[in-house]
């Protein structure tokens, strides 16, 4: 992590608290739009929706990439018009599955450390956000994967939402794309056991315009049949999975036209969801930086990181992982997309199946 962090533990609830001078400055007013400001290429622009110029063009760029963003849709990959290059693409990302052996072989001597996706990682995408739910199965795995190993859940959704579906005390969980991070509950997880718990909220001076901004995206989406605004606590999503294909382009501008009018507020997009979010130096991949940093593992070359995910937020782990040269990213897909993932594994069935592989591994390894 960067050495602005500053770490202050609370004397009486025993919580961690941080500050960190290079994500923003607190203000009363409107929060800044420096240092935390990201400046954005125009390549990155036209990914986020920020585009400029003919107003025709613009919505005809959003809608493509609406489309693209369903997983129905194989336009993440333009050049794939054959099985040859879909092949071609699965031998750059092979199943997780069939090279499970390889990944072991790649962890031995370190500590394996777990990061998980929810939506489309551990539950299946589903038409209502707020049915999301987690399989039984799925829960008793991840449970027994937090018994091996430390694991947290990274996701765009707010953490009382994801821990009302997850109901697991022992993970840690990194809720708006990473702004709100917990440490597990004290006596639940024996890897907090001697550290007290962690909280860290980057964007906490956003509250106040993210509330404000969620009240005016309900207001003006609700002429929109389908369209969804859910409040994540530090970000915002509103979700198109149930709004008729027609109406896109229409959302995509209503959409817009609330979020142009806050310049520290940014618009990018997800699998059939817009995603705001403040502009500050915070993502999923400093998300598992800073986990690895409260775990003690943030200088060492010991420690073996899998981050599994199915979304665009999670490239940024995934880059992360990349530039440190530690562990590995697991992309969740059905179909080939650009991805700094190493492996691929299609749907949280398979999920389910790598991480059971990792458990039985894990107890066969404790036993000898």
């Not at 953490?159 to 109901?167: E, L």
């Not at 404000?212 to 915002?236: D, H, R």
Request: proline letters at 6%; glycine letters at 6%; a positive charge.
């Amino acid at each position: 992590m960067v050495s602005q962090n500053v770490v202050v533990p609370d004397a009486t609830t025993g919580i961690i608290t941080v500050s960190n001078s290079s994500v923003f400055t607190p203000s009363a007013q409107k929060p800044p739009t420096a240092p935390g400001h990201i400046s954005i290429s125009k390549k990155k622009l036209l990914k986020s929706l920020e585009i400029n110029g003919d107003q025709s063009q613009r919505l005809n760029s959003w809608v493509d990439s609406m489309r693209a963003s369903s997983p129905t849709h194989l336009r993440s990959l333009p050049s794939l018009s054959s099985e040859e290059e879909l092949n071609s693409w699965m031998k750059r990302h092979p199943s997780a599955l069939d090279m499970f052996e390889r990944i072991i072989e790649a962890s031995r001597g370190k500590e394996i450390v777990m990061f998980l996706d929810y939506d489309g990682t551990l539950s299946p995408i589903v038409a209502d956000p707020d049915r999301a739910f987690i399989s039984s199965k799925m829960r008793r795995t991840v449970k027994k994967l937090a018994k091996c190993f430390p694991t947290s859940i990274v996701t765009g959704r707010c953490i009382d939402k994801v821990f009302s579906f997850v109901k697991l005390a022992e993970l840690y969980y990194a809720g708006s794309h990473g702004m709100d991070i917990k440490g597990p509950t004290k006596g639940f997880s024996r890897y907090n056991k001697d550290k007290p718990s962690v909280l860290y909220q980057p964007a906490g001076d956003f509250l106040p315009m993210i509330d404000e901004v969620f009240k005016q995206l309900v207001e003006k989406t609700k002429s929109t049949p389908g369209a969804k605004v859910e409040n994540n606590k530090f970000c915002l999503s509103v979700h198109f999975r149930n709004v008729d294909e027609k109406k896109w382009s229409e959302l995509a501008l209503k959409v817009r036209s609330v979020v142009k009018n806050y310049p520290t507020l940014k618009l990018s997009q997800g699998r059939k969801v817009f995603e705001i979010r403040p502009t500050i130096k915070w993502d999923k991949g400093k998300a598992l930086e800073f986990l690895l940093e409260s775990l003690g593992f943030d200088n060492s070359s010991d420690v073996f990181p899998i981050y599994i995910g199915d979304d665009r937020t999670d490239e940024d782990a995934f880059k992360l992982l990349q530039e440190r040269g530690q562990g590995l990213g697991l992309l969740v897909t059905k179909f080939p997309k650009d991805t700094n993932a190493s492996y691929s594994l299609q749907d949280p069935l398979e999920v389910m199946d790598f991480l059971r592989r990792l458990v039985e591994w894990k107890q066969i390894q404790q036993s000898t």
